[in-house]
Structure formats: structure tokens, C-alpha cells
């Protein structure tokens, strides 16, 4: 069984439309997160949500929008989409945030979005 | 803020030779050090962490020690080989997230 799983694997749109990527883990995780990987491969956090509750938004323009309808997913929406959304992104959960240091993230398989 | 920097790459090398990735970073207090791996077509996994000075971490033959003085956890393997072909990121876990390094593409030719 797949420990995070995303969807779309692959997302190919026009600019301006708004589309969405669901994600799901299975592992009774408490925190999930978004994280964008650019074409150079560097990757960057963009939320975190915590027991439902949104913990960071690291500057992200506000066209992105998480939802978490419970602790076992975290949705990504992205509005107005634009040429510089073209990215993957990946979905990851971990066990607890601030209190334990030896905790890992888990990845899901990522989601390349590439608006034309 | 807490960063994480790592050797830029390409890293292209024949089987069989030695590796070493940079990584130092920058934190407030004792942050634990990570390496994460990410072969093509897959989200990252964990290769070996390490939570306290002078900790090494190890896994399918890589290694780093986290060394406080010099602020850095190269990551380290003795003999590569074609499988280990990916890109590895450096990380570091704050108080409240996991930082990555920008990623170091290695190429193994056989």
C-alpha cells in the first residue's frame, strides 16, 4: 500500500485556469506539507498543516490554496494558474513537527504541472 | 534563518570511484541532519539521518558525520555504482519544518 499518495501523476493546462491536486496518506501522520521542485530541482517548502491547522505559508502567492478536509489529506488549488507554476509538486507527511528530531518526511510520487 | 547549502552539480563519476557531497549549514542550536535521495521519476526518500554532534549516519553504503565545528554533513560512499544514480538533498529539521538544500545531481557512467 502506498504510504502518500498524489494525484494527478501528471497535469497538463492552459494559463488561467484553476485546477487542483489531492493528496492522501495512510500512515497516521499529524503533519503534511506542499513542497514545489522547480526545473533546476530545488525544492521548496510551501505549507504545512498540523493537526488541520496551517502552521507556515512560506510566501506563496495567494492563487495557492491548501485544504485539509481531515488530517489524512492535504489538497493543493491553484488559481489563475501562470507559466511559472510549472513545477512538481510533491506531497510529504511526518509524524509530529516541533517535537520530535529523529522523525522523517514521507514523499509521495510528485505531481508535474506544466501550464502551456 | 536556518539554510542548508550543498556542492552544486552535475556530479558525473565512473562506477566503482569515490564520492563525497558537501553540506554545511546554518542553524540556531542543534538542528538533527538529513540526507534524502531522489531517483528519477520519484519523490525524495530518507537515505540516513543524524541528531546529535559527532552522529553518523549510514545506509546502502553512504555515510556523513555531523560535525558541529565545521558545521557540515558530507555525504560520503566509497565504491558507487550505476544504481546510485539521483539527486540528493541535504536537509536540516528547525524548529518547525525541514529546510532542503537546492539538490545535487550525481550521474554514474558504467
Known amino acids: 500500500d502506498t504510504a502518500v499518495s498524489q494525484t494527478p501523476k501528471y497535469l497538463v493546462t492552459q494559463m488561467g485556469n484553476d485546477k487542483s491536486i489531492k493528496c492522501e496518506q495512510n500512515?497516521?501522520?499529524?503533519?503534511m506539507y506542499w513542497y514545489k521542485q522547480d526545473s533546476k530541482k530545488f525544492l521548496k517548502i510551501m505549507f504545512s498543516?498540523?493537526?488541520?491547522?496551517?502552521?507556515i505559508n512560506e510566501t506563496v502567492p495567494n492563487r495557492f490554496s491548501p485544504k485539509s478536509p481531515d488530517k489524512a489529506h492535504l489538497n493543493l488549488h491553484i488559481n489563475s494558474l501562470e507559466l511559472g507554476d510549472s513545477a512538481v509538486y510533491f506531497c510529504?507527511?511526518?509524524?509530529?513537527?516541533?517535537?520530535?528530531?529523529?522523525?522523517?518526511?514521507?514523499f509521495g510520487s510528485g505531481t508535474q504541472l506544466s501550464v502551456l | 534563518g536556518d539554510s542548508v547549502t550543498q556542492m552544486e552539480g552535475p556530479v558525473t563519476l565512473s562506477e566503482e570511484a569515490c564520492l563525497t557531497i558537501?553540506?554545511?549549514?546554518?542553524?540556531?542550536?542543534?538542528?538533527?541532519l538529513f540526507w534524502y535521495v531522489q531517483y528519477p521519476g520519484e519523490g525524495l526518500q530518507l537515505l540516513l539521518k543524524?541528531?546529535?554532534?559527532?552522529d553518523k549516519g549510514s545506509n546502502k553504503g553512504f555515510e556523513a558525520t555531523y560535525r558541529k565545528e565545521t558545521t557540515s554533513f558530507h555525504l560520503e560512499k566509497g565504491s558507487v555504482q550505476v544504481s546510485d544514480s539521483a539527486v540528493y538533498f541535504c536537509?536540516?529539521?528547525?524548529?518547525?519544518?525541514?529546510?532542503f538544500g537546492k539538490g545535487t545531481r550525481l550521474h554514474i557512467l558504467p
Open positions: 498543516y498540523n493537526n488541520k491547522e496551517l502552521i
Open positions: 543524524a541528531t546529535k554532534a559527532d
Open positions: 500512515l497516521g501522520h499529524d503533519t
Open positions: 558537501n553540506c554545511t549549514y546554518t542553524a540556531t542550536g542543534y538542528p538533527s
Open positions: 510529504a507527511s511526518s509524524q509530529l513537527l516541533g517535537g520530535g528530531t529523529n522523525e522523517k518526511l514521507f
Open positions: 536537509a536540516l529539521r528547525g524548529d518547525d519544518k525541514i529546510i
